[in-house]
């Protein structure tokens, strides 16, 4: 009795815990795939939190949010957290979010002259 008590109290704990992890998750339609962009500038901030990285890019005119893949993807496919340090020059090729002009999602991303795919 106390052990079905107990697998009840999990269950109910991991069925909250993953309707957070999906409430805070965004779809990527909010993002016109149709219309690629390719933008290159200064790192002025990044951070490699979940579920998604982010970068705040300096381009001439503009600075750009800009949502990058899951940690865990950037660092197996080999882009550390160093690697979007403050002051670096990258590219990032991705899609305009359709309601915010600041905003967009990347696919790829070239920082000292290597490219890393991102989704």
Not at 59 to 70: D, E, N, Q, R, Y
Request: aromatic residues 6%; hydrophobic residues 35%.
């Amino acid at each position: 009795m106390k052990f079905n008590s107990i697998l009840r109290t999990c269950a109910a704990a991991l069925a909250g815990a993953l309707a957070t992890a999906a409430w805070a998750h965004h779809g990527w339609s909010e993002y016109d795939s149709t219309k690629p962009l390719t933008l290159t500038g200064v790192v002025k901030e990044s951070g490699y939190e979940h579920p998604h990285g982010h970068a705040r890019l300096e381009t001439p005119g503009k600075t750009w949010s800009v949502v990058l893949a899951p940690p865990s993807r950037m660092e197996r496919r080999g882009l550390s957290k160093a690697d979007l340090k403050p002051g670096v020059q990258v590219t990032v090729m991705g899609y305009p979010n359709r309601e915010k002009a600041e905003e967009m999602r990347a696919e790829r991303i070239t920082v000292n002259g290597k490219t890393v795919e991102l989704r």
